[in-house]
């Protein structure tokens, strides 16, 4: 197995989706650019097949030399191959027979010792191949399925709404890579230019794209760059960085107050947008303390219905020196997620009021501020 050379271009970061492996299987076409050939073990079997000794033998062999070579700490990338050794000589995988359990038994003794949500492998009913996770730049007509496929779902701008006391909010369910998405960004960015305040909501964002994370953060700072994330390469011992951008099509709103919602399942790179504002202190975090996914990684075959997911690299914020993996971004103001909305918005309307001069305004305030505290202490109760 070769070690990864990540494309520059190439949408790297983490998972979009809940299940990190749903996302690792999706690399075949949203992540075309990501990880270099691998050998291919070949383990034949498919949906109603079952392993064999053979199977298990080559695929654990393959997993075990691919996280020795890739895994983002070494040290760890060593035990968690000697502990996979030494379960499969005392025979813990001998009764395993089904792919799909076989894969979520290894995800699950990877997450649960390498201590790293990243980690894991999946079975595939359909054969994967080396070729699919191959380091090289996609073509104008993979570009344009994907560009499709994920216009499908507004490239998870879900919702965008002017709320009543002029208080803007967005719902973001993942960040998608800025050449496909960008001008649906720019566009949810402009409907809430004029708002007073802006509400940015992660509670299910599964991550996505740094560069797209780096987009959206632009638009709340001046056009002086800013610098945000650092991203280290093990195999490359290098560093990749990340700042806001000079240009951004449309207004900014560098002095708007922001308010992000976080839960349990804001993961990765939606880790990362809250983690950047809050240590910048650019936004107030509402919510819950988010998974603690700070590892981003490639997809590599460990046999024709088997891939693993590796993360191959880290964050390292250039303010704090680390990141947020195994313990979370941790709220300003803490609270059930389902909360975190009404939360936010009595704090945005709480100071909207005090800077409102219309009476109109000033009455429509009073009314969400009434409707909403009202629906926050039922909540409560």
Known sequence: TKSPQLSENASFWW???????????????ILPAL?????????????????SAADKNAIL????????????????????????????????????????????LL???????????HLGVEY???????????SQSPTP???????????????????????????????VRCFDEPAIAAPTATAAIQLLANTDALIIDLRHNGGGDPAMVAFLCSYLFSPEPVHLNDLYFRSENRIRQFWTLSFVPGLRMPDKDVYVLTSSRTFSGAEEF????????????????????????????????????????????????????????????????EKAL?????????????????????????????DTRKRLNAEGK
């Not at 995800?107 to 949500?117: F, P, T, V, Y």
Request: with cysteine.
């Open 15 to 29: 998972g979009c989706m809940n299940s990190t492996f749903a996302f690792a299987l999706s690399l075949v076409l």
């Open 35 to 51: 990880a270099s050939p691998v050998a291919v073990q070949n383990v034949t079997n498919s949906d109603d097949a079952t392993l």
């Open 61 to 104: 062999l393959t997993l075990e030399k691919d996280l020795q070579e890739n895994y983002v700490f070494p040290d760890v990338a060593f035990r968690l191959a000697k502990d996979l050794a030494e379960r499969q000589k005392n025979g813990e995988y001998n009764s395993v027979t089904d792919g799909k359990a076989f894969a979520g």
């Open 107 to 117: 995800k699950d003794e990877l997450q649960k010792d390498g201590h790293d949500k």
């Open 124 to 134: 595939s009913t359909k054969p994967v191949s080396a070729s699919q996770f191959a």
């Open 141 to 171: 007509e993979e570009t344009e399925r994907r560009r499709r496929a994920e216009q499908s779902k507004n490239f998870c701008f879900q919702k965008v709404e002017r709320l009543a006391g002029n208080i803007g909010y967005m719902n």
């Open 274 to 337: 809250a983690y950047d504002l809050q240590v910048l202190k650019r936004a107030t975090i509402i919510g819950e303390t988010t998974r603690g996914g700070a590892n981003f990684g490639n997809g590599f075959v460990l046999g024709e219905h088997f891939v693993s997911f590796i993360p191959v690299g880290r964050a390292v914020n250039p303010v704090t020196k680390t990141n947020w993996e195994g313990v979370g971004v941790r709220p300003d103001v803490p609270i059930e997620a």
């Open 342 to 370: 009404d939360t936010a918005y009595v704090m945005a309307l709480e100071k909207a009021r005090v800077n409102a001069n219309d009476p109109q305004i000033k009455d429509e305030i009073d009314t969400a501020l009434t």
